[in-house]
């Protein structure tokens, strides 16, 4: 096996959870250097973009029809940004204030950051290519540079690009060595936060596979490193466009137009901060590789009528307390939500299946059930776990029941005895094929594997709050203790990601204010 494998398969295995030891962290929170969740260039040129709250947005029901396109303009910018990465509310309680987003995150720490490039758009401050970065303190956009290129015209008229990168840092503070996880479960969360916004607008979203990380990281100058304090990496890049595009794209002529130094020096986030090595171990193994190539595939999703979209967008929260005397859901809004995510959310195959703990399901037993996103592996599964499931079809394609049984302790158990994971309606596991896919795809699609979970995740935050439910994401789980609950050994199939789905009490002692509080003034 490929050396670069073996330290992936290294760090994941280190930074498990186990009942007996969990990864290592500072072990306490050390508020002296804790990061400034929002990154901004100083000495840029700022452009304040107006604020989309008043836009109307279509009903939620038709995310997955074909919208009419709107035009790339300022407004349409405006609430791409604000209803994928922007300030979504206010939280406070005493003296505390603080932002909640758009794309949920880790902890509420944020190491996603944003970065367009546009052709000339009307009232923006570039004239030929324009290079920003998103800045969600404000919704405004920051000049980085603007280059003389006609690179655009290998696109469709009305085309973008965004890019998403890392501060691993801001989540290494809190949680150590598990941190890259979920860096980059919070990545797929952003990813689906810009698909569901590009939605809205009839717009597309491409995730280019041909570019390595470090093209990346010059096309946004984060490889130019006496700009920053602390290390920001790219991630990946999409077109947005009114038509649907290849997935393959030559940067490499706007590569070559790039300035040497970007306008404005990145603020600096924590006062000092503390070595992990692990940590620069698995960002530079898994960064700079080329992407596996995709197959294409189309899906709909159908759903009844609901609430305005950007309603659903900006109230989607995470709840700490599932109430389960409210938490059960009807066979018909499981359906609805188990639909949303049951095909793959791009054009890749998935690798990613869940499994589900059904607690409150009206017609469903309680019990372990298995939804196979991607049918290829459905053999393997069934091999791989005991042979003693049931494997009984249920009213869901592809839903299995596994076993009957009440899994609220156990699902509990393995949620670091997180009460939200058995007082809701279903929790799931989401189980991702995972040695096959390092050794087919190489080092990069640890990464990757970790987007499409995050992907899922914000995707079943969305499609919850449209029905009046709640989500919350769970990073926090015991591993291997849920791999022995389903029989698996070895590490053809590594559980990535937990979520949990019911009805939340309201804390009133926290209050809800509007995002951009001085600007609504
Ligand atoms: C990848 C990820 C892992 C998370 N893990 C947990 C968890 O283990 N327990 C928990 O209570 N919340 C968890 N959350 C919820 C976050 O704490 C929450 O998203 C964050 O505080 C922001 O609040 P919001 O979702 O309401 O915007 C997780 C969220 C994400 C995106």
Redesign the pocket.
């Known amino acids: 096996m490929n050396k670069n494998i073996n330290t992936i398969l290294h760090y994941h295995n280190t930074t498990k959870h186990s009942p007996s030891r969990y990864a290592r962290s500072l072990g306490y929170m050390d508020w002296a250097t804790q990061p400034n969740p929002f990154r901004e260039y100083k000495g840029s040129q700022k452009l304040l973009l107006p604020l989309a709250l008043n836009y109307p947005t279509p009903p939620y029901m038709l995310l997955d029809t074909d919208l009419p396109d709107a035009p790339l303009c300022k407004e349409s910018l405006s609430q791409l940004l604000q209803f994928s990465m922007g300030i ?1 509310a206010y939280k406070t309680t005493g003296s505390d204030q603080w932002a ?2 758009c794309n ?5 720490l944020h190491p996603t950051e944003s970065y367009i490039v546009l052709p000339p758009v009307q009232d923006l401050p570039h004239s030929h290519v324009g290079i920003y970065h998103y800045a969600p303190k404000n919704h405004e956009l920051e000049l980085l540079c603007d280059i003389q290129s006609d690179f655009f015209q290998t696109l469709p008229k009305g085309s973008m690009l965004l890019g998403l990168s890392s501060i691993a840092w801001r989540e290494v503070w809190k949680y150590g060595e598990r941190a890259f996880r ?1 860096v980059h ?2 990545a797929g ?1 952003a990813l689906q936060s810009v698909v569901v916004a590009a939605k809205l607008l009839g717009w597309k979203a491409t995730r280019i596979t041909n570019l390595h990380d470090m093209q990346l990281d010059t096309l946004f100058g984060l490889d130019q490193t006496e700009r920053f304090c602390e290390k920001e990496h790219a991630d990946m890049l999409l077109v947005l466009s009114p038509h649907k595009v290849s997935s393959t794209l030559d940067i490499t002529p706007l590569l070559a137009t790039l300035p040497q130094h970007f306008a404005g020096y990145a603020n600096q986030l924590s006062p000092q901060m503390h070595p992990w090595e692990l940590i620069d171990t698995i960002i530079e193994t898994t960064h700079a590789q080329e992407r596996p190539k995709p197959q294409i595939t189309t899906h709909r999703v159908v759903r009844t009528p609901t609430k305005e979209s950007k309603e659903v967008i900006m109230k ?3 709840v ?1 307390v599932m109430d389960s005397s409210l938490s059960t859901l009807t066979q018909e809004q499981f359906h609805t939500i188990l639909l949303s995510v049951a095909k793959p959310l791009d054009e890749h195959p998935a690798v990613t299946h869940l499994t589900l703990f059904l607690h409150r399901v009206e017609g469903y037993e309680k019990g372990l059930y298995l939804l196979v996103r991607n049918n290829d592996h459905l053999k393997e599964l069934q091999q791989l776990m005991y042979n003693d499931f049931l494997w009984q079809k249920t009213p869901f394609e592809n839903l299995y029941l596994l076993q009957k049984e009440d899994y609220r302790f156990a699902s509990k158990a393995i ?2 005895s ?1 009460a ?1 994971a058995s007082d809701g309606a279903f929790s799931l596991g989401m189980l991702t094929r995972f040695s096959q896919e390092l050794e087919l795809y190489g080092e990069h699609r640890y990464k990757e594997l970790y987007w499409e979970c ?1 992907a899922i ?1 914000q995707q079943l ?1 969305l499609e919850a709050t449209s029905l009046g439910c709640s989500g ?5 789980f015991l591993d291997d203790t849920m791999h022995s609950l389903l029989g698996l050994k070895g590490n053809q199939y590594q559980t990535l ?1 937990h979520f949990t789905v019911g009805r939340g009490f309201v804390d009133s002692r926290i209050m809800t204010l509007p995002p951009y509080p001085k600007r609504e003034h």
Do not use: E, F, K
């Open positions: 979504a909640v987003r949920a995150s880790s902890g509420n979920y479960l919070d969360h989607r929260r995470s700490h949620s670091c997180q939200i995050g995740g935050y919350t994401g769970i990073g926090c990601y």
